[in-house]
């Protein structure tokens, strides 16, 4: 349980600076897009391995007791909004490394 609370504030920090507003310089913006491009790759597998999580936590509800099921219930509705929330960012990633590999428009 402790390492779910560390995973959630974990979750919880990175899409809150995902979020925040900055006002950075155009150079210093490219550099924070090329470091999140290149975090893409294991945002996907971690987002691979909580889904995975979330199948053994919804599989271990059914053969829990019903005080334990409801727990167990709460818990797995928690982390289908957080998994939600991490393939959200993810596909705005996706968007934004596409962006970045087509050419620059002529002016």
Do not use: G
């Not at 959630?8 to 979020?19: D, L, N, P, R």
């Not at 999580?53 to 334990?68: F, G, I, Y």
């Not at 596409?98 to 428009?105: D, G, N």
């Amino acid at each position: 349980m402790k390492t779910y609370a560390l995973l959630i504030v974990f979750f919880a920090a990175t899409i809150a600076s995902a979020q925040a507003p900055r006002a950075q310089p155009q150079p210093q913006h490219a550099d924070t897009n090329t470091i999140l491009i290149d975090e893409l790759p294991n945002l996907k597998s971690d987002l691979a391995e909580l889904r995975a999580m979330l199948n053994v936590l919804a599989s271990q509800e059914s053969s829990a007791d019903m005080r334990t099921s409801a727990a167990l219930q709460t818990n797995r509705k928690m982390w289908q909004v957080i998994i939600a929330r991490l393939a959200e960012l993810t596909q705005r990633m996706d968007a934004m490394e596409r962006r970045t590999e087509s050419p620059l428009p002529k002016k």
